[in-house]
T-cell receptor, first 110, second 113 residues
Framework: KQEVTQIPAALSVPEGENLVLNCSFT??????LQWFRQDPGKGLTSLLL?????REQTSGRLNASLDKSSGRSTLYIAASQPGDSATYLC?????????FGAGTTVTVRA | EPEVTQTPSHQVTQMGQEVILRCVPI?????FYWYRQILGQKVEFLVS????????KSEIFDDQFSVERPDGSNFTLKIRSTKLEDSAMYFC???????????FGPGTRLLVL
């Protein structure tokens, strides 16, 4: 059974600092890995998807890396802003069924 | 931009009652999913659906649960006899053929009393 772990559980940084969010998974036979943002009481917004054959994916200030053999992914958010405050979820796809981590709750202080 | 929609946004029901949660996936998507998130816990996969049949279901998705695509646009999750532990946020997601990203709806918060 796929297990997904996200560290740290919570993170508080001053505005402008870069964010580093970690995700690890136990079964490396994945189709892809997806990073989501979740605001309190809201749905999941897809941020980035990295296919299993890719090492990296970028969108604006966001960059995600994937090391499938070691079962790790990292989400980097450059020059954080208060609007980046949210919970970030990592999800890995085995046969298109997503297994989620518990998330990292980020607070960016103005 | 097309998005997945879900109704209702909130539902309160009595234990033992039936509830139907509704989803309208993105129009050209062919793969549909239900997930749930119990308060303070991880998002969990419930079921996937393609070509009018269930592709895969989790251990959570027992005989009390069913899914249906009653017409060309709606995708529903029915819980036949709700239990207290069914209280959760239920998310619908959809995916296009030949694409891997799953797009999630805003969720339905179900409270079973």
């Amino acid at each position: 059974k796929q297990e997904v772990t996200q560290i740290p559980a919570a993170l508080s940084v001053p505005e402008g600092e870069n964010l580093v969010l970690n995700c690890s998974f136990t079964d490396s036979a994945i189709y892809n890995l997806q990073w989501f943002r979740q605001d309190p009481g809201k749905g999941l917004t897809s941020l980035l998807l990295i296919q299993s054959s890719q090492r990296e994916q970028t969108s604006g200030r966001l960059n995600a890396s994937l090391d499938k053999s070691s079962g790790r992914s990292t989400l980097y958010i450059a020059a954080s802003q208060p609007g980046d405050s949210a919970t970030y979820l990592c999800a890995v796809s085995n046969d298109y069924k997503l297994s989620f981590g518990a998330g990292t709750t980020v607070t960016v202080r103005a | 931009e097309p998005e997945v929609t879900q109704t209702p946004s909130h539902q309160v029901t009595q234990m033992g009652q039936e509830v139907i949660l509704r989803c309208v996936p993105i129009s050209n998507h062919l793969y549909f999913y239900w997930y749930r998130q119990i308060l303070g816990q991880k998002v969990e996969f419930l079921v996937s659906f393609y070509n009018n049949e269930i592709s895969e279901k989790s251990e959570i998705f027992d005989d009390q649960f069913s899914v249906e695509r009653p017409d060309g646009s709606n995708f529903t999750l029915k819980i036949r006899s709700t239990k207290l532990e069914d209280s959760a946020m239920y998310f619908c997601a959809s995916r296009a053929r030949l694409q891997e990203t799953q797009y999630f709806g805003p969720g339905t918060r179900l409270l079973v009393l």
